[in-house]
């Protein structure tokens, strides 16, 4: 048995201990008796050779050998006999300091005093030697006389800190019992395990240092903890955020209301017979952005009365070795805080190269978890796959309207004198949680704070933040489009215009007819709307997109085709699933154009790349149909299409090239109000001498403008003639100089492209 384990004298009735401090003064005076119970040892080992001690560190000499020699494991030479008077009132001297605390641990825990030192032992299921090796550690890090103590006890002003071999004489009488504790300093062994305790070199020593001889350091988190500090590890400084369970009575509603019932009961049912070493309980929670699964992590852990600690792994760059420490530092914090564990951005794992990493993460899981939630934007129903564990998958999808609108109602009481029209708006457009609701509010009310203009709260400013808030990860598959096209500049057949409109009104009324009609129980997917435009270069359709974007107040996203598509087989399905995604968190319409490129006419399979065209296709469509959003496509060649795409496409348009009267307007339209023009400029002429379309007419009206400002003066005739020009050579058309101010076009004929 160790020296703390002899069997106690009976205690006198102290006090129990008021706080961790003075629990831990009584263990370090408990340290001082071993130290000079070891003192006895190394006393009589200098009495037998005095000469040696001022030369001991640096030569060792032939008496010192035969000292050696000549005595057992335990230094004690042959035959010598110990002052044992004065050992056993040592010994005695220990007992009573055992009996002492741990008579006033008990009567602290009877009171609900938490004493740091027996909760540390708990958390991690130590035995009482390996919370007293943790003890002599501690003593240098609190009290400076531990490092002459403990250099002088190893005969060596350099060795100020504790070597195993120094924790082992300390706690062990006798040599079979040191030799039998070695394991206690593995590294599967908790100490070591567990980053309680670190291992280190004897810097001093070129040839490297035996296992006894290694140095024993304390966790500098551990230390903090025992001296009784709440503050997360310092790897963890703005890495994580802890919060805790809400105290009002508000907050207790809001954390009711976000809890899920499944994953709460399986949690309360899993705690309530937890014990050290029963496998940890981790939840994949999984769905698009914004859906609420940090919400629903949180409200479990608080409904438990659990505080959740929160870690983006995507924030921890690229160094995979750096990674693992901050994770099991995350995790281990999770046991010192009795915190549940959010682990967000998982989808990085289900790459094949983070293998590694999911083994790291399952083992951290395995030694320090209890409850843990990985949350990720991944449809893989089958959840995340970490070696070990059993993993729960969870899906989060957006809230329905009724809930949203709910929520917005909830917020806006108070701020608004029209909380209902308004929730109704924003919940069936932005399917927030009351978090991100009260947060785009005060985003909306601190903007109009800056800006100059006087006026109450509209609900344009709210739904601009909201957008803000909202926007996503897209910046490199697609390209946000500020729209400033309205109704007034799209220049179109009246046909096409009404047919605009109307899918116009559709999206506007998506709610009430899907939602409060009941039409959307109806529908298992393709509830959105689908739209394709289609027509040469330069008819319109982009500005059309712009036109029903600026109108429906929501954002409009141009995907970039060259950049989802993957010649890696199944990464333009990732690509595509992320765009759908978070499109569909910021309450966003996205314009594929030049879409031919996806959803073309699928292909005869003769190899495995083709069969997985055709499968991005199938996906694509899938996507589309399941997105209650507006998607829009543009393609310049329409008979290039898939038939089965085309038939479920909601809306098709025809963007025909425009005829005179049409092109006549657009170039109308096309110069400022403030711009100078030269009287000899006729825009009837230009419409049916240049035979272009709108998109072209554009960049001829650029490029005399930039002409007419290099010569100084008005923009002329002879300056858009000469824009013409270039734009001609541009595009690969003819060019016939027009022989008068007004004439033929300049093919004699109005030709099309």
Same mark, same amino acid.
């Given at each position: ?16 201990? !008021?706080?961790?401090? %003075?629990?831990? &003064?009584?263990?370090? #005076?408990?340290?001082? $008796?071993?130290?000079? =119970? @070891? +003192? ?55 007992? !009573?300091?055992?009996? %002492?605390?741990? &008579?006033?641990?008990? #009567?602290?825990?009877? $009171?609900?005093?938490? =004493? @740091? +030192? ?62 039998? &504790? ?572």
């Amino acid at each position: 048995m160790t020296l703390q384990q002899e069997p106690p004298e009976a205690a006198p009735m102290a006090p129990p201990y !008021r706080n961790s401090h %003075e629990h831990l &003064a009584d263990e370090l #005076r408990r340290l001082d $008796l071993l130290i000079r =119970l @070891r +003192l006895a040892t190394t006393r009589l080992r200098n009495a037998v050779v005095p000469e040696e001690q001022a030369a001991r560190t640096v030569c060792i000499s032939d008496a010192e050998v035969c000292w050696l020699l000549d005595s057992d494991g335990d230094g004690r030479p042959d035959g010598a006999e110990a002052d044992e008077a004065a050992l056993e009132e040592l010994r005695k001297a220990l007992r !009573r300091a055992n009996a %002492e605390i741990k &008579a006033r641990s008990e #009567r602290s825990g009877a $009171l609900g005093v938490t =004493l @740091r +030192l027996p909760m540390l032992g708990r958390l991690f299921s130590l035995t009482p030697t390996e919370v007293d090796a943790v003890v002599v550690a501690l003593a240098p890090e609190v009290r400076r006389k531990y490092d002459r103590l403990y250099a002088y006890l190893q005969d060596d002003i350099t060795r100020q800190r504790p070597s195993v071999d120094l924790v082992l004489e300390l706690l062990y009488p006798t040599e079979p019992e040191r030799w039998a &504790a070695r394991h206690l300093f593995t590294d599967a062994a908790p100490l070591l395990r567990y980053d309680i305790l670190r291992l280190i070199d004897d810097p001093q020593s070129p040839s490297g240092s035996t296992g006894l001889a290694r140095f024993l350091a304390l966790d500098p988190r551990i230390c903090q903890f025992l001296l009784g500090s709440d503050a997360c590890d310092a790897r963890l400084a703005g890495l994580a955020r802890l919060e805790h369970p809400a105290k009002s009575r508000s907050g207790q509603q809001e954390t009711e209301a976000l809890s899920d019932g499944g994953p709460l009961r399986l949690a309360q049912r899993h705690l309530s017979q937890e014990k050290r070493g029963q496998r940890p309980l981790v939840f994949h929670l999984f769905g698009p952005a914004g859906a609420g699964k940090r919400d629903l992590a949180r409200g479990t852990s608080h409904r438990l009365g659990m505080p959740l600690l929160d870690l983006d792994l995507r924030t921890l760059g690229g160094r995979e070795q750096e990674a693992a420490l901050v994770v099991r530092a995350a995790l281990r914090e999770g046991v010192l805080q009795s915190a549940a564990v959010l682990l967000a951005g998982t989808d990085m794992l289900q790459q094949g190269e983070a293998v590694s990493m999911r083994y790291v993460l399952s083992g951290a899981i395995a030694d320090f978890g209890s409850l843990v939630f990985l949350t990720g934007e991944s449809d893989d129903a089958v959840g995340l796959d970490l070696p070990g564990q059993a993993v729960h998958p969870v899906v989060v999808p957006l809230p329905d309207v009724s809930t949203s609108a709910a929520r917005w109602r909830q917020a806006l009481q108070g701020r608004v004198t029209d909380p209902e029209g308004w929730a109704t708006e924003l919940g069936s457009r932005f399917r927030f949680t009351p978090t991100r609701a009260r947060a785009a509010l005060e985003r909306a009310e601190n903007q109009l704070m800056m800006d100059p203009r006087s006026g109450p709260l509209t609900l344009s400013d709210v739904s601009a933040a909201c957008r803000e808030q909202s926007r996503q990860r897209l910046g490199n598959l697609a390209v946000k489009v500020s729209p400033r096209s309205h109704w007034k500049d799209l220049i179109l057949p009246e046909d096409r215009m009404a047919h605009l409109r109307e899918i116009c009104s559709q999206a506007r009324h998506q709610h009430r007819v899907h939602d409060v009609w009941g039409f959307g129980a109806r529908l298992s997917r393709g509830k959105g709307l689908t739209v394709l435009f289609s027509g040469p270069p330069g008819t319109g359709k982009t500005m059309a997109a712009e036109v029903l974007a600026h109108d429906l107040d929501v954002d409009l996203y141009t995907v970039d085709l060259s950049r989802v598509v993957s010649k890696y087989i199944g990464e333009t399905e990732k690509n595509l699933g992320r765009i759908f995604s978070e499109a569909r968190a910021a309450d966003a319409i996205l314009f594929f154009d030049e879409a031919d490129a996806l959803y073309g006419k699928r292909t005869e399979v003769s190899d495995a790349h083709d069969r997985y065209a055709n499968i991005e296709t199938s996906y694509l469509l899938q996507r589309m149909e399941e997105y209650d959003g507006m998607v829009i496509l543009a393609s310049n060649l329409r008979q290039n299409m898939d038939d089965a795409f085309t038939r479920r496409i909601r809306f098709i348009v025809e963007f025909p090239f425009p005829e005179v009267e049409s092109r006549l307007r657009i170039w109308q339209a096309l110069f400022p109000p403030q711009a100078p023009v030269s009287p000899d400029v006729d825009f009837a002429a230009l419409a049916r001498e240049l035979v272009v379309t709108g998109g072209n007419i554009k960049n001829i009206v650029l490029n005399a403008a930039f002409l007419a400002a290099a010569d100084g003066g008005a923009i002329g005739r002879q300056h858009i003639l000469r824009g013409a020009r270039r734009e001609f050579e541009k595009i690969g058309k003819l060019w016939a100089e027009p022989a008068a101010p007004a004439g033929h076009p300049v093919h004699g004929r109005e030709d099309r492209p």
